[in-house]
């Protein structure tokens, strides 16, 4: 085979433009066969610290594609020396010098990519010494081509995908290359992988273990997470971001949460021994009685809210399937679960707490209206992931768990006070909801990804149930300015994390509400 075809993908349309990705395959164009196949990306803050050229209206371009060829790119770590010497080795193999002039080379745009290249191939030579391997008069240009062949009235299969069309094409199929020439597979990207999840320490309707994979794909990368609706602290545990502010409206979950790191030992002693002799209806429904007699304002003391935590775990782990429900006095009244060995999470309170002592999580109690404008004036860099009561899918499906409904009214509420904090402060945002033509509506200034999980709560069966994560839209709201450099701009939207190795539609049960040992 003495045909390469080449592709690159670039920051900028000057000859001398930053190259990101090299895509490269042998090919016989007689019978369509392909052969050795090359492809590598680049960092591209090696190219431009050597005088390689930035456009900020195409890095714009690129904000706005795909999320995964996105995250591949800003996370090469190869120094474009490395992978231009690479590159020529691999086109030197199949032939030498002696074997040079034979080698036609193929490239989507004569005028584009090939002074790219050679530019590259220049940063990157010897002095004197050209690393250029192949001949300038057999250069071809693909596009030429195709325009000769539509004017008699030939046309191909298809064109050739870009990098960008074999990063996404990747993603969604296992496999890359030029899809008229059948292309072999090229490597798989580089991922983050986690095997397990960490557990929460409590039970909770609504738990993100499910769906943490898919979750994890969607959030940002940013300095400071923000929860307006904490829940079981799920997502907190399993994210890797440097600071964390995790509110809820629950005053007897963000005290846990605070005592729970402020106190661990005595926390977890207190909590063994309601546990030891609490097994039971007499003493359940004793210390339910005690937690609801119980006010906020008496948590100020550090021996009360020490008592209020402890409660707060045994209703949860002994209840039944865990759920915190109150009434409209606001007292607990979920009964007795009647399992046989209650649960003591220690170790998941030990890992919850480390990590929120480490990272310096403040907690705060307090509807997401007034909590989301407050920390905006303490959070530098962040992301705000939401996971309000989900919209019912049916009448039959509502499950209220803090007592008063969250309406859609809240909803929309919720989605102004997003966009509020993403006009004055350039906030990001992501939220997860059930998938309805509620959500949809209401939740329209965000980009919607669907995707099935088994159904936990408010469910006879555990059925397949449609759920969405939402991504706020950046034509929304505050435009940041402009882009500057590749790295300042692009960064934030590498992904967290990306889970492999599981069910996606199943996620991660660890029985969060309704399993005995969450």
């Known amino acids: 085979m003495n045909h390469l075809m080449i592709d690159i993908e670039t920051l900028s349309t000057q000859p001398n433009a930053v190259i990101c990705a090299i895509g490269a395959v042998f090919f016989e164009p007689s019978t369509g066969k392909t052969g050795p196949s090359f492809y590598q990306t680049i960092d591209p803050r090696t190219s431009q610290n050597r005088g390689a050229h930035i456009s900020a209206d195409t890095v714009m371009w690129w904000l706005r594609q795909d999320k995964e060829p996105i995250s591949e790119l800003v996370g090469a770590k190869s120094h474009e020396i490395e992978v231009m010497l690479d590159f020529a080795k691999f086109i030197e193999g199949a032939f030498p010098e002696t074997k040079k002039k034979y080698l036609k080379v193929w490239c989507k745009g004569g005028s584009f990519d090939f002074p790219i290249l050679k530019s590259a191939f220049e940063r990157s030579s010897l002095e004197g010494v050209s690393m250029l391997p192949w001949l300038y008069w057999n250069e071809c240009c693909f596009r030429s081509l195709l325009t000769v062949a539509g004017a008699i009235g030939y046309a191909p299969p298809s064109a050739p995908l870009s990098c960008t069309q074999r990063l996404n094409r990747r993603h969604l199929s296992g496999r890359a290359g030029l899809r008229d020439l059948a292309a072999p597979d090229?490597?798989?990207?580089?991922?983050?992988?986690?095997?397990?999840?960490?557990?929460?320490?409590?039970?909770?309707?609504?738990?993100?273990?499910?769906?943490?994979?898919?979750?994890?794909?969607?959030?940002?990368?940013?300095?400071?997470?923000?929860?307006?609706?904490?829940?079981?602290?799920?997502?907190?545990?399993n994210t890797e971001y440097r600071r964390y502010i995790l509110c809820d409206s629950n005053r007897a979950l963000i005290n846990f949460f605070r005592v729970l790191t402020s106190n661990t030992e005595r926390l977890i002693?207190?909590?063994?021994?309601?546990?030891?002799?609490?097994?039971?209806?007499?003493?359940?429904?004793?210390?339910?009685?005690?937690?609801?007699?119980?006010?906020?304002?008496?948590?100020?003391?550090?021996?009360?809210?020490?008592?209020?935590?402890?409660?707060?775990?045994?209703?949860?782990?002994?209840?039944?399937?865990?759920?915190?429900?109150?009434?409209?006095?606001?007292?607990?009244?979920?009964?007795?679960?009647?399992?046989?060995?209650?649960?003591?999470?220690?170790?998941?309170?030990?890992?919850?707490?480390?990590?929120?002592?480490?990272?310096?999580?403040?907690?705060?109690?307090?509807?997401?209206?007034?909590?989301?404008?407050?920390?905006?004036?303490?959070?530098?860099?962040?992301?705000?992931?939401?996971?309000?009561?989900?919209?019912?899918?049916?009448?039959?499906?509502?499950?209220?768990?803090?007592?008063?409904?969250?309406?859609?009214?809240?909803?929309?509420?919720?989605?102004?006070?997003?966009?509020?904090?993403?006009?004055?402060?350039?906030?990001?945002?992501?939220?997860?909801?059930?998938?309805?033509?509620?959500?949809?509506?209401?939740?329209?200034?965000?980009?919607?990804?669907?995707?099935?999980?088994?159904?936990?709560?408010?469910?006879?069966?555990?059925?397949?149930?449609?759920?969405?994560?939402?991504?706020?839209?950046?034509?929304?709201?505050?435009?940041?300015?402009?882009?500057?450099?590749?790295?300042?701009?692009?960064?934030?939207?590498?992904?967290?994390?990306?889970?492999?190795?599981?069910?996606?539609?199943?996620?991660?049960?660890?029985?969060?509400?309704?399993?005995?040992?969450?």
């Open 269 to 518: 002693d207190t909590a063994r021994g309601m546990f030891l002799d609490g097994n039971n209806e007499e003493q359940y429904y004793k210390r339910r009685a005690l937690f609801n007699s119980m006010q906020w304002s008496d948590t100020g003391k550090a021996d009360t809210a020490l008592l209020y935590a402890a409660l707060f775990l045994y209703l949860n782990r002994h209840c039944f399937n865990g759920i915190y429900r109150v009434n409209q006095m606001g007292d607990h009244n979920v009964p007795f679960g009647k399992y046989g060995a209650p649960y003591l999470p220690a170790d998941e309170m030990r890992r919850f707490a480390e990590k929120a002592n480490d990272t310096k999580a403040v907690f705060i109690d307090g509807d997401f209206r007034h909590t989301i404008p407050y920390v905006m004036q303490l959070a530098y860099d962040a992301v705000i992931y939401c996971d309000p009561p989900y919209i019912p899918a049916s009448k039959t499906a509502n499950f209220t768990a803090y007592g008063k409904p969250f309406t859609l009214d809240d909803h929309r509420d919720l989605v102004a006070t997003l966009l509020d904090a993403h006009r004055q402060h350039g906030t990001r945002a992501v939220i997860s909801n059930s998938d309805t033509p509620e959500t949809r509506e209401i939740y329209s200034a965000f980009n919607l990804h669907a995707f099935s999980v088994r159904r936990s709560v408010s469910a006879k069966s555990r059925d397949m149930a449609g759920e969405v994560i939402g991504v706020l839209r950046g034509d929304v709201g505050r435009n940041s300015g402009a882009c500057g450099a590749w790295t300042s701009t692009i960064e934030n939207l590498r992904p967290a994390a990306i889970w492999i190795g599981f069910d996606l539609a199943a996620g991660f049960d660890n029985g969060e509400p309704s399993d005995e040992h969450a």
């Open 186 to 237: 090229l490597p798989a990207p580089r991922i983050i992988v986690r095997r397990a999840m960490t557990k929460s320490p409590i039970k909770w309707a609504g738990g993100k273990t499910r769906v943490m994979p898919q979750l994890l794909m969607q959030l940002p990368k940013a300095d400071c997470l923000i929860e307006p609706f904490v829940g079981s602290g799920t997502v907190f545990m």
